[in-house]
C-alpha cells in the first residue's frame, strides 16, 4: 500500500499508540480471567497490528495493507471471538482511526462499512442464528466510537500535515551543488563530454585497432555523435551511425563484417570499423575486454551527460522565468508610460515642449522594442523537433523584421543532430552576433552561414557595418560568446572584413578533426 502524504509521523505514530491501547484494554480482563479463547482471538489481533506498524516504516516495500483490508480482518477477528468474549469487539475503534490517518474521511467511511459488514455477516454464519441484543449493540457502540475518535483526530493529522515550503526546492539545490563544488576537486577529468568521449574512443583504440570510430549519445528516437577518432568521410560515418543505432536498439553488441558497435557505461554507443578485410576472419571484437577498460571512463562520461543536462534545465527555466517577469512587468510599465506621452503631448504648451514630448516618445518606442527584442531572446530556444539551423533562421527573421535590414541565411545540414547542450551554445552565439550586428553595426545587410555536419559545426555571421569598435564598459557580448564557446570546445574568431563590416565566426570540430571544421556547398537559403 502507497501512503498518502495524509500520513504523517505523528498521525501513524496515535494510530500505533490506539493499536498498543486496544490490545491493553482488552488483554488485562483476560489475562485475570485466563480466557483462552480471548487470548487467541487477542494473539490474531497482536499478529495483524504489529506486522501493519513495521511494515509502515517501511514505506519503499509497499507491503503495508490498506485501512479497508485491515478492517475487514479486523471484523473477521472480532466476529469469531466476541462469542466468548464480546470485550474483543473493542478493537473496532482501531480501524477507522487508521483509515483516517493513512487516506482521510472518505476512505475511513468506507472502512467502518467494511468492517460492519464484515463482523455481522461472519457472526452470524458462525453462530447459524441472529446476533444477540447485547452483541448487536456492542458492535454498533464500538464502530461509532471509532468514527467520533476519527474525526477528532482528523483536526490534529490536519495540522500536523507538513506545509510545503517554495523555498525548499532551492535549499536542496543549494545543499547539493555545494557537494558538487566540493566534489569537483577531485574530478580528474572535470566533466567536458567531448574530452571524456575523446578519451574513451583512445583508450577503446589500443585495444583494438580501427580505421575508424565515433562514440554516440541517445537524444530522443536518435543518436547524436559526441566524438570521432578521425576525421570520417561521409560513407564511415554512414556506416558507424547505422551499426551504433542497430546496438542501441537491440540493447547488445553488434559486428558486421569490419564494423562493431557497443554500449560502454548507461548512455554512449561506441562503434567503429577494422582496417582490412583481415578483420573479417580475426572473428568479433573482445567486447568484455573493451567494456571492462571503459568501465572507469564510462562513469566519468555519464557524469558529464547529468551535469550537462542539469545545466541546460536549469537554465533554460531561469531564461523562461526572465523572460515572463521582462513581458508582464518591465515592458508593460514603459509602454504604459509611452501612452502617458501620448497624452501629454497632445496639447503641448508650445512648439518646444512638443518637439520634447516627440523626442521623449521615439526614445520610449525604442526602449520598448529593445526589451521585447530581450524577451524574444530569452524564450526563443532550439525545440525538439527543431534543428539548429532552424532556429537561428527563425531569430534573423523576427530581427530582420523588427530592424528593416536584410538578414540572408544560408544553410547547410544534416540530419544528424549534435548534442543538445552544444547546440544551445552555438546557437546563443549566433543569436549574440545577430543582435549586435543589429545594434551597434549600422549595418545595411547580414550574411549568415551554418553548417553542420555532426559532430562538427561552423556558423559564420557577416555584415557590412562599421566593423569592430573599442568596447563599451557596459558591454560584455564579445566575452560571454568566448565563454560559450570555450564551453563546447569551439573556437570563435572576430575579424574586420577586407573592405568594411565585421565577421564573427565559431568553428567546432570532433576530435582528430580537419581543423579548418565543415566546409561544404552550402545546398539551402532562407531569407
Request: net charge negative; proline share 5%; aromatic share 4%.
Amino acid at each position: 500500500m502507497k501512503m498518502s502524504p495524509f500520513a504523517s509521523s505523528g498521525a501513524l505514530t496515535v494510530v500505533a499508540a490506539s493499536r498498543l491501547f486496544a490490545l491493553l484494554a482488552i488483554g488485562a480482563p483476560s489475562l485475570w480471567l485466563q480466557d483462552e479463547e480471548t487470548l487467541w482471538a487477542l494473539l490474531a489481533l497482536a499478529v495483524l497490528w504489529i506486522y501493519q506498524t513495521v511494515t509502515v516504516t517501511r514505506r519503499d516495500l509497499e507491503l503495508t495493507l490498506s485501512a479497508p483490508v485491515e478492517a475487514v480482518a479486523v471484523g473477521v477477528i472480532c466476529a469469531l471471538g466476541m462469542q466468548d468474549s464480546p470485550a474483543i469487539l473493542a478493537a473496532l475503534v482501531v480501524p477507522p482511526l487508521y483509515a483516517t490517518a493513512a487516506e482521510g474521511l472518505r476512505p475511513m467511511v468506507r472502512s467502518v462499512a467494511f468492517q460492519l459488514v464484515t463482523v455481522v455477516s461472519i457472526g452470524l454464519m458462525w453462530r447459524q442464528d441472529k446476533l444477540t441484543e447485547q452483541q448487536g449493540l456492542s458492535i454498533f457502540s464500538w464502530s461509532m466510537v471509532g468514527v467520533g475518535l476519527s474525526l477528532v483526530a482528523s483536526v490534529t493529522f490536519n495540522s500536523d500535515r507538513p506545509v510545503r515550503d517554495p523555498l525548499t526546492p532551492y535549499r536542496d539545490a543549494q545543499h547539493l551543488i555545494k557537494q558538487l563544488i566540493e566534489l569537483s576537486g577531485d574530478l580528474s577529468s572535470g566533466l567536458d563530454v567531448s574530452a571524456i568521449g575523446g578519451e574513451m574512443l583512445a583508450v577503446a583504440g589500443d585495444l583494438l585497432p580501427t580505421r575508424a570510430m565515433a562514440l554516440y549519445v541517445p537524444r530522443g528516437d536518435a543518436l547524436a555523435p559526441v566524438a570521432s577518432s578521425t576525421d570520417l568521410d561521409q560513407a564511415d560515418a554512414d556506416a558507424c551511425e547505422k551499426l551504433a543505432t542497430d546496438a542501441w536498439a537491440r540493447g547488445e553488441p553488434v559486428s558486421a563484417g569490419q564494423g562493431f558497435a557497443f554500449a560502454a557505461g548507461d548512455a554512449a554507443i561506441v562503434a567503429g570499423l577494422r582496417p582490412g578485410r583481415d578483420a573479417v576472419r580475426g572473428g568479433d571484437p573482445p567486447f568484455e575486454e573493451l567494456k571492462a577498460a571503459l568501465a572507469t571512463s564510462a562513469v566519468k562520461f555519464d557524469t558529464a551527460l547529468l551535469f550537462s543536462h542539469f545545466r541546460d534545465v536549469a537554465t533554460a527555466d531561469e531564461r523562461q522565468r526572465l523572460a515572463r517577469e521582462m513581458h508582464d512587468g518591465v515592458a508593460q510599465d514603459i509602454a504604459s508610460l509611452g501612452y502617458l506621452v501620448d497624452a501629454l503631448a497632445a496639447r503641448p504648451a508650445n512648439e518646444q515642449q512638443e518637439k520634447q514630448f516627440a523626442m521623449l516618445r521615439d526614445r520610449v518606442t525604442k526602449v520598448v522594442a529593445e526589451v521585447r527584442r530581450s524577451v524574444m531572446n530569452l524564450r526563443t530556444s532550439i525545440g525538439e523537433n527543431e534543428s539548429l539551423g532552424a532556429a537561428i533562421s527563425a531569430v534573423a527573421r523576427h530581427l530582420s523584421e523588427a530592424s528593416g535590414i536584410p538578414i540572408r541565411v544560408r544553410l547547410d545540414e544534416q540530419p544528424t543532430r549534435l548534442r543538445p547542450e552544444v547546440e544551445a551554445e552555438l546557437f546563443r552565439i549566433a543569436q549574440e552576433a545577430l543582435n549586435n550586428a543589429v545594434k551597434h553595426a549600422r549595418a545595411t545587410a547580414i550574411d549568415v552561414r551554418c553548417q553542420v555536419y555532426a559532430p562538427d559545426a561552423r556558423i559564420t555571421i557577416a555584415d557590412d557595418g562599421v566593423g569592430l569598435q573599442g568596447g563599451r564598459a557596459d558591454s560584455h557580448g564579445l566575452k560571454i560568446m568566448r565563454e560559450r564557446a570555450k564551453l563546447i570546445g569551439a573556437q570563435l574568431t572576430v575579424r574586420d572584413n577586407a573592405s568594411r563590416g565585421l565577421t564573427v565566426s565559431v568553428v567546432l570540430r570532433a576530435p582528430g578533426g580537419p581543423t579548418q571544421g565543415p566546409d561544404r556547398t552550402l545546398m539551402k537559403e532562407t531569407r
